[in-house]
């Protein structure tokens, strides 16, 4: 994987991706990937996460690097940043499929269908990672205990954040001027109950600056 502008063969190029520029990174891709992986996949703040009642680039921009930043103490921001993009992609690709329509390859990642040779870091960074992950999950239990994970995960919700709120507000206001009204605490699409939370607590904020 690269951020060459085609993709050739067998090999996935991913515009904007970051290849490791120190050792140290090349290390823990090489061998530690799959246990930073695994750490992710049992935080507390990742469980209560992966369901999808929490936007995909909070995920990916805010709670891994927390995690990977915890992990590695020692990395500097360049670092990181190349570690969290090779977990991203490396558990985004693992769920994706590529298929042929005449000259051009399309690849499948989530609810996502799209040229191959399009594909750009920011696109991978709209995805989460660990959905797929949870659906298997869901698959392989039964509703009671299904209900059981889901109402643990209802009643210790993450906590919204400056960092999240931020993130959130573009996509509250791209959401505000295509349905030309706020999301709501009452909806049933989680992210949507999301973003109104991250209104409530925006607006909040404002107050208690007297803004």
């Keep these: 994987m690269s951020d060459d502008d085609e993709s050739t063969g067998a090999e996935l190029k991913i515009r904007g991706f970051k290849e490791p520029s120190s050792k140290r990174v090349q290390e823990i891709v090489e061998s530690d990937l799959d246990d930073l992986k695994a750490t992710i996949l049992n935080d507390d703040m990742m469980q209560k996460a992966m369901p999808g009642n929490v936007d995909p680039e909070v995920i990916n921009k805010i709670l891994i690097p927390k995690i990977i930043r ?34 051009k390859r399309f690849i499948r990642m989530a609810n996502q269908f799209v040229n191959i040779d399009e594909l750009h870091i920011d696109l991978i960074d709209s995805i989460n990672p660990f959905q797929k992950a949870f659906e298997i999950l869901s698959k392989t239990v039964n509703a009671n205990v299904l209900k059981s994970i889901m109402d643990c995960i209802a009643s210790t919700r993450l906590q919204m954040t400056d960092e999240e709120a931020i993130l959130l507000w573009p996509k509250i206001k791209q959401f505000v001027k295509t349905f030309n009204r706020e999301p709501t605490l009452n909806a049933v699409d989680p992210l949507e109950h999301r973003m109104a939370e991250a209104l409530v607590y925006l607006k909040h904020q404002r107050r208690e600056k007297g803004l």
């Design 70 to 103: 915890t992990k590695y103490p020692d990395l500097s921001e360049k670092e990181y940043e190349e570690l969290r993009q090779h977990v991203v992609v490396d558990a985004v690709m693992k769920g994706a499929t590529i298929e042929q329509s005449g000259d």
